[in-house]
């Protein structure tokens, strides 16, 4: 694990709290919040006992409005209102949300226009998009909530993993708020965020569980012990599913503007999934870890193979060549998807060997929103006795409620920064985490081929939250 010493000044000064035990609940005490200039009507959020008891049973299970989830438990009705702010990859997001779970504004910005004209993600576009439209973006979400940033009790915004130069618009627009409103600010995992957002959803789901969060970027298999602690199951060596999706629609022709997941998904319900003989990755790989790559390239040669031409629109194409295309979008899925099934089900074997109490699986992220997806790991977790756990559509792709409620969360236990100067120095360093792993690894799932891959990783969520607890006790 790479040295923690330069990178916990972050973490430790969020330990401004005094924990008491007392039987079954931990009554937190925020007792340096703010600094001594703190707005007077802003302390009775910031230093006022929080009594926190994280029973999954203050949950009110819903798959279809999240919204409604708390409105009634009196034990989150402590009056906190969290903007989160996400900007990690490709959409612009802000939302607002209250300590009882109620989401007051959801507000999302696509970028779908850009990922069409160029393929995929352009960093530095991405960027200059995010610029355009972040002011609106956050003052609509507050504008949709009824509320102004006095209103607010705290920030929270992504600060990686992603692409750096996308964290900085969100990061900077976060420190603005929180600096011009003297609100103390959260600093918030994207992972972590995929993965907590499923405790606004179901009130069954309790630590420890499992996650299996799947975008663009990720393919990721975790054990979840706690908030903040997180064992790596396993993880993609190189590309991950969502990567897979979104580059196998672009050569097939599909529109793009829906990105690459929805558009496969589609086209594979007219398609023979068994009408092309893809190979299943890492079949004789005992692990728990994903490679996508090699199926690209399967996908590459069986479109080269048939001769179809990407440049034609699939809306353009003949009836036989929208055959073909289907029947390799068909084929692709099914193996992609197998895959994950594969992955899963040895993780869920190695998970219970470590925590047998588990009794859910968590899968989040973009590919999450995908149907297919989900009946096919409904099954997987059903084999073992298990219950599927899917946050709606809605809140699987990236958006900021994700990032406010995983504020909500850490902010509870005294995870948060105080607010930033109101004039910062223009060589002010940002603390972003463009790689930034999750948890530990765990040492069956270690791959060789990743261990050459570390050059620039953050130490994770995990190793940082354990030295920082570590240097409170």
Known sequence: MASLGPTLSCTISRL???????????????????????????????RRL???????????SSTSNCSKTLGSNHVFNDNLVVLGIETSCDDTAAAVVRGNGEILSQVVSSQADLLERYGGVAPKMAEEAHSQVIDQVVQDALDKANL???????????????????????????????ATYQLPIVNVHHMEAHTLVARLCDRDLQFPFMALLISGGHNLLVLAHDLGHYLQLGTTIDDAIGEAYDKSAKWLGLDLRKSGGPAIEELARQGDAQSVKFSVPMKQHKDCNFSYAG?????????????????????????DDQRLRADIAASFQRVAVLHLEEKCERAIQWALEIEPSIKHLVVSGGVASNQYVRARLNEVVARNSLQLVCPPPSLCTDNGVMIAWTGIENFRLGRFDPPPPAIEPEDC?????????????????????????????????????????????
């Open 50 to 60: 929080f009594t926190s008891s994280f029973s999954s049973a203050n949950f009110k």
């Open 429 to 473: 360093q940002l603390d972003l985490r463009p790689r930034w792993p999750l948890g530990e690894e765990y040492s069956r799932g270690r791959s060789i081929a990743r261990s050459m891959r570390t050059a620039r990783i953050h130490p994770s969520l995990t190793a940082l939250t354990q030295a920082s607890e570590y240097q409170s006790s």
């Open 295 to 319: 199926l690209k390239t399967q996908v590459k040669l069986a479109i080269e193979s048939k001769n179809i031409d990407a440049g034609i629109p699939f809306s353009s194409a003949s009836m």
């Open 16 to 46: 401004n709290l005094l924990v008491e035990l007392s039987h079954n609940q931990h009554t937190i005490r925020i007792f340096r919040a703010l600094s001594c200039n703190s707005r007077p009507q802003k302390l009775f959020y910031h």
């Open 148 to 178: 102004t940033e006095a209103d607010l009790s705290a920030v929270a915004v992504t600060i990686g993993p992603g692409l750096s130069l996308c964290l900085r618009v969100g990061v900077q627009k976060a420190r603005k708020v929180a």
